[in-house]
């Protein structure tokens, strides 16, 4: 699992089940920059694809939406091993 390219979809796997529970919980990107830290452009740099997340940053807006980071990471592998095989 070496392959540069699977972790950057892993990643971009992450950010798009953090923002599908987003709009699934019908929580607004400001709802989440207030209860995470991160601001509102960041976040939507982020979910546009324009910037790459941190780790500390992914965990916080885990956090401001209320779900498990590691479940998703979780899901995310999964996701993206089944597409590669």
Same mark, same amino acid.
């Given at each position: *699992?070496?392959?540069?390219?699977?972790?950057? /979809?892993?990643c971009?796997?992450i950010? !798009?089940?953090?923002r599908?529970?987003?709009? @699934? !919980?019908? $929580?607004?990107?400001?709802?989440? /920059?207030? @209860?995470?830290?991160v601001?509102?452009? *960041?976040?939507?740099?982020?979910?546009?694809?324009? !910037?790459n997340?941190? *780790?500390?940053? *992914?965990l !916080?807006? /885990?956090?401001? $939406?209320?779900?498990?980071?590691?479940?998703?990471? @979780?899901?995310a592998?999964?996701?993206?091993?089944?597409?590669?095989?």
């Amino acid at each position: *699992m070496s392959n540069p390219g699977h972790y950057e /979809a892993v990643c971009a796997e992450i950010i !798009r089940l953090l923002r599908e529970e987003r709009k @699934k !919980r019908k $929580i607004t990107n400001y709802a989440v /920059a207030q @209860k995470s830290g991160v601001s509102e452009s *960041m976040l939507s740099l982020v979910d546009r694809g324009l !910037r790459n997340p941190s *780790m500390e940053l *992914m965990l !916080r807006v /885990a956090d401001g $939406i209320g779900i498990d980071l590691p479940a998703t990471i @979780k899901k995310a592998q999964a996701t993206i091993s089944g597409k590669e095989k």
